[in-house]
T-cell receptor, first 117, second 112 residues
């Protein structure tokens, strides 16, 4: 089956513009995560969706960042009024999200490379 | 100070060498430890998953966790050029169905 897909693969934007990034999780995965990876850095957690529960937004760096997910399908990450420090790779992951899923694996997409000029 | 520290490398070894990759961490609540491999311009893929202290072996890969020292390791035996990638350690207090805390990654180059 298909893995996690993300679009666009690359995005170049001007400072101050809004951008929207899309993630299609693996079919049947109820848990979805967004991470940010700056050049030469590890992944930073941004937000986590689990089924119909309220999302864990504790990793969002500012109120310019928001994300939505409709049911157990596609998610979009929106960055408003982009800044140069937002330049990074934005990675999406999904997992089964079963109860007691302490040993679940997060499967990552290829990421969207965002460059803010 | 970062919660998870990882030497960025790069680490260059000849083909066939044993590779040792390490991470240290400060949060004693971490109980689940993972190693991901990331090829250039790709998303990370899970290599090893361990819970609490101890060793786990899978083919040429061995993961070790020493919670008393807050130190984890990944060993790669008989390294191959195809192992050339960035290796990221990740950990969580509550397993994979939660946000993971990642190290910055170690870039490994295996020379043929």
């Amino acid at each position: 089956g298909a893995g996690v897909s993300q679009s666009p693969s690359n995005k170049v934007t001007e400072k101050g513009k809004d951008v929207e990034l899309r993630c299609d999780p693996i079919s049947g995965h109820t848990a979805l995560y967004w991470y940010r990876q700056r050049l030469g850095q590890g992944l930073e957690f941004l937000i986590y969706f689990q089924g119909n529960s309220a999302p864990d937004k504790s990793g969002l760096p500012s109120d310019r960042f928001s994300a939505e997910r409709t049911g157990e399908s596609v998610s979009t990450l929106t960055i408003q009024r982009t800044q140069q420090e937002d330049s990074a790779v934005y990675l999406c992951a999904s997992s089964l999200g079963t109860s007691g899923g302490e040993k679940e694996t997060q499967y990552f997409g290829p990421g969207t490379r965002l460059l803010v000029l | 100070q970062k919660e998870v520290e990882q030497d960025p490398g790069p680490l260059s070894v000849p083909e066939g060498a044993i590779v040792s990759l390490n991470c240290t961490y400060s949060n004693s609540a971490f109980q689940y430890f993972m190693w991901y491999r990331q090829y250039s311009r790709k998303g990370p893929e899970l290599l090893m998953y361990t819970y609490s202290s101890g060793n786990k072996e899978d083919g040429r890969f061995t993961a070790q966790v020493d919670k008393s020292s807050k130190y984890i390791s990944l060993f790669i035996r008989d390294s191959q050029p195809s192992d050339s990638a960035t290796y990221l350690c990740a950990m969580s207090p509550r397993g994979g169905r939660r946000a993971l805390t990642f190290g910055s990654g170690t870039r490994l180059q295996v020379q043929p």
